[in-house]
């Protein structure tokens, strides 16, 4: 007999048959895959997908020739393309080129009366013009935040802690705490390496307003993970609030990686005995300076364990590559770490062989890690990645926190605590206990399949454009 969600999924199917759904997405890695990701969720519940994206970073169509894509001009020029090293400004200049191109095309698609009728648009938080587009077509808007909410309420509580004084950060008061926003350290406020405060300042209450003013926010998060701060989320901010994630669990998508995924990296970790390895990766923006980078060289060869290392191309100041490692490292690593441009992640948090990630926290990777039950060392660069970094090790206590100026020593002690010592053991239990977690809230019946069944009664609900 059928239960009453399958006639309600039923139903909806039927409603959905003629209906289309707009995805765009903020070009960068840690945004474009969860928009990707939800695109295919959605798709598989039986909405027809466009996806409207710029051609700088563009996706590749024909990982995904089950939607349609439209490209629109971004204006960017090639040195501004690569600009990576002031994401903020880059941001701010995408805003601004972007905003009359995303109007032509959003309007055009909803005069196209050969396709099915536009249901709403789902816009990554970070477009700052896309509340007043969709209100001059009446087109209803949700938004996808692709970090997680405890960062996103950090960042919303900027204005209130400029205000009561905590910033501009002083180095004097960096380990005290934020009465504000327990448990997070003054050095946990969300803050990003620009010379331009002003424009951070105006991006960010940009997208807290976007946040604010749409018929519904998304969140790659889940009600067991994050059930606090989605409680004071609901309190301060008065639309619907749809945690869906771990979006890339609920089946197998296609990769979106925007660089090569190196697969040697899962051919080496084939020869890697359990859990032996630390695998090493700052993510698709982060950069570190070359004195840094010789620490990190040297704690993985002095911690004795294997690893592998994505070193992105680029991403060591001053470096291309691996110019700056010295042959005596080279020697001394020799068979034991693996080092590649760019990794299936992925794949690797995976592997059997993996027992640990050092990361900087990016939301995705951090969520990766906890849906695979892979202990973390985290070591945060900018941005709300200071704050799930917190998270990890004080409040979930599935990772180890290196919070001092990288230290080579200190690095090996963290790497050897986490995949040999006993406290390592006792990490990777709670970190098991999460996937648990993680692995059935999107199964029927679970928190982020419950939300997704109620998103979409939401989006049929409303009256088409
Ligand atoms: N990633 C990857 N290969 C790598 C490193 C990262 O495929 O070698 C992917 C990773 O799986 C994640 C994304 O890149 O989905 C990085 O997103 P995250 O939010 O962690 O960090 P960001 O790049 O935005 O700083």
Redesign the pocket.
Known sequence: MASSVDKQRENQREQKKCLRLLLFPLP???HL?PMLQLANVLYSRGFSITIIHTCFNSPNPSNNPHFTFHSIPDGLSKSESSRADNIVALVSLLNTNCADPFRDCLTKLLSDVSEEPVACLISDSTWKFTDAITESLQLPRFVLRTNNVSSFLALAALPLLQEKGYLPIQESQVEAPVLELPPLKVKDIPAFKTPDQETLYQTIAGLVKQTNSCSGTIWNSFEELEHEPLTVLRHDFPVPVFPLGPLHKYFPVPSS?LLA?DQSSILWLDKQAPKSVIYV?F????NIEGAEFLEIAWGLANSQQPFLW?VRPGSVNGSEWLEALPNEFLEEISGRGHIVK?????EVLAHPATGGFWT?N????TL?SICEAVPMICHPCFGDQRVNARYVSDVWRIGVHLENRLDRMEIARAVRKLLVEAEGQEIRERAVHLQKMADQCIREGGSSFQSLENLISLILSAPLA
């Open positions: 960068f890695q840690g895959s990686s995924q990766s993510g698709s923006v982060a994505v760019w990794a299936p992640q992925q900087h990016g939301w995705n990777s990766e």
